[in-house]
């Protein structure tokens, strides 16, 4: 079993910052993926960025250069850096833990085991 829950949305203004944290617990945290996804109001879920095991990282087209994901397995936490905000990045974001090994998929909601609650970023225009 994992636990996430993430913290760190709120509101910004476009061109500014935000950092989301997504503390784990339960299983040791580095033995699986963790992935962000979020939903904007109207439409589906999508992908925004994941991390490996062991670092390796992918990211959305929408997001490249502009997001930045990492984690820190001593403190059992993973990261989301969002800058140069965009209104079109409002949005539940969620992350996601996945316990297969390997990179193969790490933009595959449906290959996520376990899901937090979410928070709610919203960047004004």
């Known amino acids: 079993q994992v636990q996430l829950v993430e913290s760190g949305g709120g509101l910004v203004q476009a061109g500014g910052s935000l950092r989301l944290s997504c503390a784990a617990s339960g299983r040791t945290f580095n033995s699986y993926a963790v992935g962000w996804f979020r939903r904007a109001p109207g439409k589906e879920r999508e992908f925004v960025a994941a991390i490996s095991r062991v670092g390796n990282t992918v990211y959305a087209d929408s997001v490249k250069a502009r997001f930045t994901i990492s984690r820190d397995n001593a403190k059992n936490t993973g990261y989301l850096q969002m800058n140069s905000l965009k209104p079109e990045d409002t949005a539940v974001y969620y992350c996601?833990?996945?316990?297969?090994?390997?990179?193969?998929?790490?933009?595959?909601?449906?290959?996520?085991?376990?899901w937090g609650q979410g928070t709610q970023v919203t960047v004004d225009s």
């Open positions: 996601a833990a996945r316990l297969r090994v390997g990179v193969t998929g790490l933009n595959d909601a449906e290959k996520y085991d376990y």
